[in-house]
């Protein structure tokens, strides 16, 4: 083609039109990256097909197209102008999205696959007479070369010189006497190579799963099916049943999606002794040059199955037969910068182009999901009992309330009314038990840092973030006060910065207190906590879940990251020190995120034969999350929170877009957010579209993050396609002004409103 069509990721709702010139090499195709000219600069670009400029048009040529064939099939370009219509983004914002860092950042020739030059033996010395001669004045080639040997007759020489410390002209005397040859092999960047093969499970699918499993082989293409079943039922065993028809037996391929990268090492563990190296793992932990690897194998065919979190879903796999998305009620399937994409309707959109069977698992489905299946849209597929014959665990709730201990006139209370106020006597009792016994425990706290806030004693100012509106919190290791939305961190005060006083005191239970309290309580207990301060670092998620599947952690503590998904049979007792984290806070949503979350923990006790026990300790002891979460009935919370969904009327009874307006300006930002207001008011004055509302402006539930005021604006449709003609129209006809930092951004879908 002489003129190509060009998507850059631009904040721009449209394409540019360039010319190849005669004689360029490369792929000029669509989905292949070409390099143009662009207001004085070069960008990288993806070509989107043919162009048919107007006469007397004035066209650029390309610069460069630096691939030999294209990035993206047909397939995914349209996967990716779906996204870009739906979530209201430019084209090459989305399509940027689809590729790994390694295709869209400043290097634009594509990454080559990382070799190593090894050394290999090419005549084999089977006599000990002939070593002697042949080695006689050379001990140090035949040191040599009997390493390589016992190494397989193949060795790194990177090893061999750095490690093993052979130099470089014993090698070369090998080769110049023709024994040893150099060459060069690709070495595959896989993390998860190095993990031990575990033996795969053998177990006979109950009813319910081979219901389920039979299902699923007579599925039709696109078909989706919402698997509900409660935790430990077995999900997975219908999974590894469902890839093994597609992947072995059909020759297809699959991609699994897991909410939590924390989740991906045992999920790819488990699916890796059945389908061997047939799994490539895709996730941000990796290397951009390990991500890049398990791309390409992936669109070579050398790899089969795609495991990994939300962006595993561009994974360039070709005869897709099917995609599992676990734990589908994840808010961490949203994406939470354009393009604003859910992983979940995502899936739903590839299967069905692609003729591939969709499943969605879950103890607790989102309410979206449930409502889906209960109207026809998704088949049903039900799990009710544990596999194995597991039970639920028995739930145990603590008011603590009913429990508070009694605070010294001093305020201050001393290390035994400290640790009741963070475990009850009743989770106290059942910690010493399970320690006793050489069981393992799992107590969640939703809440990093050391304490949630700072307040003096006197005039009752709390430290806030100079960039935020929200409380600093306090962590120890080092001692710091740390907003957890900008990351501004300045040293613990020691008198109030607004009246001076030294009464100052530390308020609200954080991780890290928490395990100083259990490491003073139960000195000999060994305790691993896991929360974002203590897995910074790239596979730290992996090796605090190895020494816990190993047995050498007594009590594991941690935020959310270890309440779903994970299996230890040792774990016979859970306990939420803290229940109401997020269950008031200001979202439509913060009820199904705490049942679901309770119910999840939960659901990591008694897991193997010796049963489980939870403990949940909390303040509010009637409100339905926790009833619910107490008796395992997620019907009953599913009837009572729809209820209080209808009026005022949220999803799964609408479709909402949240229009976010931002600037450095307070008053500037509201102004506009206001203006925003107005003008949907008036679009649909003059365009009525029945059943769309407008809510708003107001401030958002957090007002200012990193030094940028936020407000918001609601947008509520009855149908989809109203919803987002609307948000369509806002965000390129709604002007705004190019001072005080201003933007908006439309959030389709959202998962949360703060």
């Known amino acids: 083609m002489s003129f190509i069509e060009v998507a850059l990721a631009l904040p721009l709702f449209r394409t540019f039109s ?24 070069q960008e990288l670009g993806i070509v989107i097909g043919a162009a048919d400029p107007r006469e007397g048009m004035k066209v650029k040529d390309i610069v460069s197209a630096p691939d030999d064939a294209p990035v993206m099939d047909q397939s995914m370009l349209a996967l990716c102008q779906w996204i870009a219509e739906y979530y209201v983004v430019p084209l090459g914002v989305a399509l940027r999205t689809a590729l790994p860092a390694a295709l869209t950042g400043a290097t634009v020739p594509v990454p080559v696959r990382k070799t190593r030059r090894v050394a290999e033996i090419v005549v084999e010395l089977t006599s000990l007479l002939q070593r002697d001669e042949i080695f006689a004045r050379a001990p140090q080639q035949r040191a040599l070369y009997e390493l390589i040997e016992a190494m397989g007759g193949r060795a790194a020489v990177e090893l061999l010189n750095e490690k093993l410390a052979f130099s470089a002209s014993v090698l070369k005397g090998l080769v110049s006497r023709q024994l040893v040859a150099l060459d060069y092999e690709t070495v595959e960047r896989d993390p998860f190579l190095t993990r031990a093969r575990r033996t795969p499970d053998s177990h006979t699918p109950t009813g319910p799963q081979r219901v389920a499993i039979d299902r699923l082989a007579i599925a039709a293409p696109g078909h989706v099916a919402l698997l509900h079943g409660i935790t430990g039922s077995g999900k997975t065993l219908v999974y590894l049943e469902l890839l093994r028809r597609v992947v072995i037996d059909e020759g297809k391929t699959a991609i699994v999606l897991v909410p939590e990268i924390a989740l991906t090492p045992q999920t790819v563990d488990r699916f890796r002794a059945v389908f061997g190296d047939r799994i490539a793992v895709l996730h941000s932990a990796l290397s951009d040059g390990e991500r890049y690897d398990a791309w390409l194998a992936l669109r070579r065919g050398e790899k089969r199955i795609a495991v990994g979190a939300r962006s595993a879903i561009f994974a360039p796999l070709r005869d897709l037969g099917a995609i599992i998305v676990d734990e589908e009620h994840e808010g961490s399937y949203k994406q939470g910068e354009a393009p604003r994409y859910h992983a979940r309707e995502v899936a739903i959109v590839r299967a069905r182009a692609e003729g591939a069977v969709v499943v969605l698992g879950s103890a607790t489905p989102s309410l979206e999901s449930w409502s889906n299946a209960a109207s026809g849209k998704y088949e049903l597929l039900t799990l009710p009992d544990g596999a194995g014959g597991a039970r639920l665990p028995h739930v145990h709730v603590v008011d603590l309330r009913a429990d508070k201990p009694k605070a010294k006139p001093t305020d201050t209370p001393d290390a035994d009314a400290a640790f009741a106020m963070a475990i009850s006597r009743p989770l106290d009792v059942a910690l010493r038990d399970r320690l006793s016994k050489r069981e393992q425990s799992i107590l969640l706290l939703n809440r990093r840092g050391y304490s949630a806030f700072v307040q003096c004693g006197t005039c009752g100012d709390v430290a806030v973030c100079p960039n935020c509106s929200i409380s600093l919190t306090h962590h120890r290791t080092p001692e710091r006060l740390v907003c957890h939305y900008c990351q501004h961190a300045e040293p613990l005060h020691v008198t109030c910065t607004r009246c001076g006083g030294s009464r100052l005191r530390q308020r609200g239970l954080g991780t890290q207190q928490v395990e100083r309290m259990l490491s003073e309580r139960y000195p000999s207990a060994r305790i691993a906590r896991m929360d974002v301060d203590t897995t910074s670092g790239k596979w730290a998620h992996t090796e605090i879940l190895d020494r816990v599947g190993a047995g050498e952690v007594d009590i594991l503590l941690g935020t959310q990251m270890i309440a779903k998904g994970l299996d230890f049979p040792n774990v016979t007792l859970v306990g939420v020190i803290d229940a109401d984290v997020g269950i008031n806070l200001p979202d439509f949503r913060a009820s199904e995120r705490c049942f679901q979350l309770l119910s999840q923990v939960a659901g990591r006790a008694g897991r193997g034969s010796k049963g489980g026990e939870v403990f949940i300790q909390t303040r509010a002891p009637s409100h339905h999350a926790v009833q619910c979460a107490v008796t395992h009935d997620y019907h009953r919370f599913v009837h009572e929170e729809l209820a209080g969904r209808k009026h005022p009327a949220y999803p799964p009874y609408v479709r909402i877009a949240n229009v976010v307006v931002s600037g450095t300006q307070e008053d500037a930002t509201a102004r506009l957010a206001t203006g925003a207001a107005a003008w949907l008011h008036k679009l649909l004055a003059a365009r009525p579209a029945p059943g ?25 449709a009855d149908r989809a396609q109203d919803l987002g003609r609307v948000g369509r129209y806002l965000v390129e006809r709604f002007e705004v002004p190019k001072q005080f930092g201003l933007r908006l951004t439309l959030d389709r879908d959202p998962v949360a409103l703060l």
Not at 27 to 38: N, Q, T
Not at 692 to 716: D, F, M, T, Y
């Open 692 to 716: 769309v509302s407008v809510i708003g402006p107001a401030p958002c539930p957090v007002e200012r993050v990193k030094n940028r005021w936020r407000w918001h604006v609601l947008i509520k």
């Open 18 to 41: 360039y010319r190849v010139p005669i004689g360029m090499t490369g792929s000029v195709v669509a989905g292949s990256r070409v390099v143009v000219p662009f207001r004085n600069r």
